[in-house]
Nanobody
């Protein structure tokens, strides 16, 4: 079955950087997209970024463009989220997800079929 395993979360000071990884296994993902979402305490889950396994087209939440970058390594079946200039409001659990999601649907979490367990990111002020 499909497994997604996130890593790379932790505690960082405001202005710092982290790189999250999501290792995927269990099927061929060529027609799939990978998304990153986050959920802060007391808030709804929100879209962060997405990338297509084939072609590599990307999409970002408008508020995060310029600070966050999504990338992939097809040989390793791994997707990365590079987060720079982190702010305390970036504190959340970050989840990766995958599914047969197409342009126009990346921001919609129910469109994704498989989810990782999440990794905590805490940004101190």
């Amino acid at each position: 079955q499909v497994q997604l395993v996130e890593s790379g979360g932790g505690l960082v000071q405001a202005g710092g950087s982290l790189r999250l990884s999501c290792a995927a296994s269990g099927r061929t993902f060529s027609n799939y997209a990978m998304g990153w979402f986050r959920q802060a305490p007391g808030k709804e889950r929100e879209f962060v970024a997405a990338i297509r396994w084939s072609g590599g087209s990307t999409d970002y939440a408008d508020s995060l463009k310029g600070r966050f970058t999504i990338s992939k390594d097809n040989a390793k079946n791994t997707v990365y989220l590079q987060m720079n200039s982190l702010k305390p409001e970036d504190t959340a659990i970050y989840y990766c997800a995958t599914g047969r999601v197409f342009s126009g649907g990346y921001h919609y979490s129910p469109a994704y079929d498989y989810w990782g367990q999440g990794t905590q990111v805490t940004v101190s002020s």
